[in-house]
């Protein structure tokens, strides 16, 4: 249950699957290699749809990148604090 009140992003607005969000900041790992860095780097403001959550309650995402050798894709869980929301599929009440 602890992992469904989580699911709430920077500013306390509620987040589900498909809302996109925006990528504030990201937890990485002091010895991934520069390369995966760059990646995860490149991905800070860009606008991503929420594809799942983890049972730590993070939301995540993907981007698809273009690459010399064909594509490529990284994939992110983002903590509450990480990310905000740009756009919401909650269904809205009716009047």
């Known amino acids: 249950m602890q992992a469904l009140a989580s699911r709430t992003d920077k ?17 990485m790992d002091s010895d991934i ?23 730590d309650g993070r939301a995540w995402v993907s981007m698809w990148w273009s690459t010399g050798e064909g594509n490529a894709t990284t994939s992110v869980g983002l903590a509450t604090h990480e990310m905000e929301r740009v756009t919401s599929h909650c269904p809205k009440p009716s009047a």
Not at 11 to 27: A, F, K
Not at 39 to 53: K, N, Q, S, W
């Open 11 to 27: 500013h306390g607005n509620p987040v589900q699957i498909g809302d996109e969000v925006r990528i504030l900041s990201i937890s």
């Open 33 to 55: 290699d520069d390369d995966e860095r760059e990646m995860f780097e490149f991905m800070l403001g860009a606008i991503c749809e929420i594809e799942r959550f983890d049972a």
